[in-house]
């Protein structure tokens, strides 16, 4: 009888290695090739096609992988997954590289990149064409986007954004658009695609790639000013603040109630913020509800701190970033400012009653773009490849009291020199804690 149980045992066991074997052999790997190149008119300038840096990422795993290409552009990834994956490459050339390789002078660095989603289900053989952006004078150096803790913190209130002029003149503020535009939050994993404007109710058809070559703002906003009243010397910064209050100690709320702080460690004072976003004078003139209009509790007004004018929010009570990292934010500037009333405005495919702001790529200055941490998690890319090849996050996720904080290259008399290659990923790192003081420590970690 023992032997008779031995024999069985050791039967259902090769069974079940078999078994292994068998669905092990069902999931097989495959190879993978990228041809990079440049578009046509940057081809002719003799710009060389090797050492471009690839890298893919699996959706599902987050496994990431990298190598350069060869002197044909040519990037080789075997014995991968199949799976859904992000496919990015960047060339980074110098001003002085630039120089030797086209004869053409340029003021700063210039940067390729190329970024793709796509299934791969078996081996196969893609090509990416990488596009030059424009590397503006401006960047946004610190975007504190993650918040506090919801409980001991400020939650989403302690938000804000840091822009450093990056030449080496001054530069003026006056009239400098910024904002975030709105895309399409389901996963990439469950199907989520990029939102199609061409459905959207009275879009032109005569002004372009509607999907290709305009953004569509959530918020807009614009720095007022009479075109020299907001000087930015070389090297200097100025934050924008969702809420420009201390929001280390306790304050009276719209509502007349005390919002407390339990730990002030957590958060940050941004009551010497250079401009605050308030919604409520916004909200007060677009306000078509049966009662009396009441201003939302924690969009508080700092009379001391200059408010940006709002030139359209899609919807809300104040400006909330968010947290999770379904977010990005952009600064533009444009050689004749447009009246808020007349500004274009489009209903969001298939939401009539849902509306956004369009603005032109070709004339942001500055972007980035925020994922989540969790590659499952990630949605359709919400800015063109040629602002932000790859988006970035700070590593703590939402309500982190972190912030991602543009790298230094160089420093030059002291003032630094802040990378920008319109890649995210590359461009930034997170700061374990935000900070608001445009001081020395409000640089990298």
């Known amino acids: 009888m023992k032997n008779q149980l031995f024999i069985i045992s050791l039967l259902m066991t090769i069974v079940f290695v078999a078994c292994r074997k068998s669905d092990i052999k069902t999931v097989q790997s495959i190879n993978l090739s990228v041809q990079v190149s440049y578009n046509t008119t940057d081809s002719l300038m003799g710009l060389s096609r090797a050492n471009a840096a690839v890298k893919i990422t699996n959706l599902l795993s987050g496994q990431e992988n990298t190598t350069t290409t060869n002197n044909e552009g040519i990037a080789i990834f075997a014995d991968i997954a199949p799976g859904n994956y992000t496919v990015t490459a960047a060339k980074n050339y110098t001003a002085e590289e630039f120089f030797t390789t086209t004869n053409i002078t340029v003021p700063s ?17 893609i090509r990416l064409v990488m596009q030059g952006g424009k590397i503006g004078n401006l960047v946004i150096k610190q975007y504190a986007y993650a918040g506090s803790n919801v409980s001991t913190g400020a939650a989403f209130r302690d938000q804000f954004v840091e822009i450093y002029n990056n030449s080496n003149e001054t530069i003026y503020l006056d009239s400098l658009y910024f904002g975030n535009t709105w895309q399409s939050v389901t996963k990439i994993t469950s199907g989520g695609v990029p939102l199609d404007w061409t459905t959207s109710t009275g879009m032109p058809t005569n002004i372009g790639d509607v999907n290709k070559d305009y953004v569509y703002a959530k918020y807009l906003f614009m720095i007022p000013g009479t075109g020299k009243q907001h000087p930015l010397a070389s090297g200097k910064s100025v934050i924008i603040a969702a809420t420009a209050i201390n929001h280390t100690q306790d304050y009276v709320m719209n509502d007349g109630l005390v919002q407390g702080i339990t730990d002030p460690t957590k958060t940050v004072d941004l009551s010497k ?5 308030n919604l409520v004078e916004y909200n007060r003139a677009h306000y078509n509800g049966s009662g009396t209009f009441t201003p939302y509790k924690w969009d508080i ?7 940006v004018d709002v030139i359209h929010i899609r919807s809300g009570n104040d400006w909330v970033l968010d947290a999770t990292g379904r977010e990005d934010f952009f600064i533009f500037k444009l050689s004749k400012s447009i009246k808020a009333n007349e500004w ?8 009539p009653t849902s509306f956004c702001a369009q603005v032109k790529v070709a004339d942001i200055i ?5 994922l989540t941490p969790l590659e499952s998690n990630r949605v359709p890319k919400r800015l063109p490849i040629a602002l932000d090849a790859t988006g970035t996050f700070a590593l703590g996720g939402q309500y982190s009291s972190q912030s991602i904080v543009r ?6 008399e002291g003032r630094r020199i802040l990378q920008d290659t ?6 930034f790192e997170t700061k374990t804690k935000s ?3 445009k001081t020395e420590s409000s640089f990298e970690k």
């Open 109 to 125: 660095n210039v940067a390729y990149n190329a970024s793709e989603t796509m299934v791969f289900n078996s081996s196969a053989h």
């Open 273 to 277: 913020a250079d401009f605050e976003t």
């Open 301 to 307: 007004d700092n009379p001391t701190i200059p408010n």
């Open 344 to 351: 274009p405005i489009y209903a969001v495919p298939g939401s």
């Open 366 to 370: 500055d972007a980035v773009e925020i």
């Open 407 to 412: 790298k230094t290259i160089k420093t030059i």
């Open 422 to 427: 319109n890649n995210s990923a590359n461009d």
């Open 435 to 437: 900070d608001a003081s």
